[in-house]
């Protein structure tokens, strides 16, 4: 299938929205699942989730309920996951991917990282000052997830913590991974800053399969 | 199991000496770190000194010039240790407070036989390769890596056949 045909599959509103539930969930989700969580009926959920499965866009894998094996256990479930594999259409035909190894590569060898984080941290401060200048009355956690959202970073909320499923930079971030792990944090710091956010800090603390940056509730720590 | 394990050797030209207080950062977080490394799954050995925390003590590439050694069992328990473990990742994040950017390549990674701990001589000819040719089978990156060679159950004594590539033996915290 090309690019611009795999990616016209979520073309589709009822099935973007499952797409993005599957997507958001680290775990492998039922069809029962994605259906009740996107108001639909299991057969359309199926047919749609089948649909994105043959793009390539979700993966399927099975597995029993925990503690059930042996015969009259049951069918293994069918699960959904987000694929791994990136697809990209640009039109007319841009590659910034090409250009940011690049400049990956020689911030790494000149050593311009503080200054990266610094570049990082007034862009993050800009886009938060942003946010809670049309948004003024939000609560802190709703203000940081709807725009850590629409940044594609798919915060989720972890006890009193703003934990992050995707990394927007993740085939860089894997080449370069202190360099853009700086420069994520210093972005996620000064969004923080921005949007007058005291009460989460962002911290260094990878997940498996997950964004670096966790956003730690403050008032949980002692120091 | 391959019967390999993965080496490397990472350097840094300090900015200061260890006990000035620009060092200070560096010297006091190396500890923990390196006992983080002791415990993380896959590790196998670190170069240390008596004379000061791991092997911040040891200068074989002149007086500026720190070394650290490492052997993992495979190539993902470092990589996992060295970029999804937070408090090292925090740790290399802010490396250039306290080490000058290298424009050459600063970090080897090579494939020994199990059980195999590599010298420092080894380690340094290794990162010598990789400057002179670039990644390959026998002196590698993480970017460019190289799987171990093929002969899985060959015994650890015998002689390689001429086209293998010969591995080499090989810490954890990167320095670079």
């Known amino acids: ?3 611009i045909s795999v990616i016209a599959v979520l073309d589709d509103p009822v099935r973007r929205n499952l797409y993005d539930y599957v997507s958001a969930r680290g775990d492998g989700v039922s069809r029962s699942e994605a259906a009740a969580a996107t108001g639909i009926g299991r057969t359309l959920a199926a047919f749609h989730l089948d649909r994105l499965a043959e793009a390539g866009l979700v993966e399927i894998t099975f597995a029993r309920p925990p503690g059930r094996t042996g015969p009259g256990a049951g069918r293994p479930a069918k699960l959904y996951r987000r694929a791994a594999a990136e697809h990209h259409v640009s039109v007319p035909p841009r590659d910034y991917r090409a250009a940011a190894e690049l400049l990956a590569e020689v911030v790494d ?9 610094r570049s990082a941290r007034s862009r993050g401060a800009a886009a938060g000052r942003a946010a809670r200048e049309q948004a003024p009355g939000l609560p802190d956690g709703d203000l940081v997830s709807g725009t850590l959202s629409a940044q594609g970073y798919q915060p989720y909320r972890d006890g009193g913590d703003v934990r992050l499923r995707n990394c927007p930079f993740h085939l860089l971030a ?9 420069m994520n944090l210093a972005l996620l710091e000064g969004l923080l800053e921005g949007a007058e956010v005291t009460s989460l800090t962002a911290r260094l603390d990878p997940r498996p399969g ?3 940056v966790v956003l730690e509730n403050s008032k949980n720590k002692d120091d | 199991m391959t019967g390999y394990h993965l080496a490397e050797l990472n350097i840094g030209t300090a900015r200061a000496p260890t006990d000035s207080p620009e060092m200070a950062g560096f010297m006091a977080g190396i500890i923990p770190v390196n006992a983080l490394a002791d415990t993380a799954p896959g590790f196998v050995w670190r170069l ?3 004379d000061g925390p791991g092997a911040t003590a040891l200068r074989p590439c002149g007086p500026d010039v720190m070394v650290n050694m490492s052997v993992w069992e495979d190539l993902e328990s470092l990589r996992h240790f060295a970029y999804r473990n937070g408090p090292h990742l925090d740790f290399m994040r802010r490396r250039r407070s306290w ?8 970090l080897v990674l090579w494939w020994v036989p199990a059980g195999h701990i590599p010298g420092l001589d080894e380690a340094l000819s290794r990162l010598d390769l990789l400057r002179r040719d670039g990644p390959g089978p026998r002196a590698f990156t993480f970017r460019d890596p190289y799987p171990p060679p093929a002969q899985a159950t060959l015994p650890v004594e015998a002689p390689l056949p001429v086209e293998a590539p010969l591995p080499v033996r090989a810490p954890v915290a990167q320095t670079g």
């Not at chain 1, 060898?109 to 984080?117: I, M």
Request: with cysteine; proline share 14%; charged share 15%.
């Open chain 2, 99 to 106: 080490f000058h950017p290298m424009a050459v390549p600063y």
């Open chain 1, 1 to 3: 299938m090309s690019e």
């Open chain 2, 48 to 50: 240390a000194d008596g």
């Open chain 1, 174 to 182: 894997s080449r370069h991974p202190p360099l853009i792990c700086g």
């Open chain 1, 210 to 212: 997950e964004c670096c």
């Open chain 1, 109 to 117: 060898l000149t050593g311009a990282e503080p200054e990266l984080q």
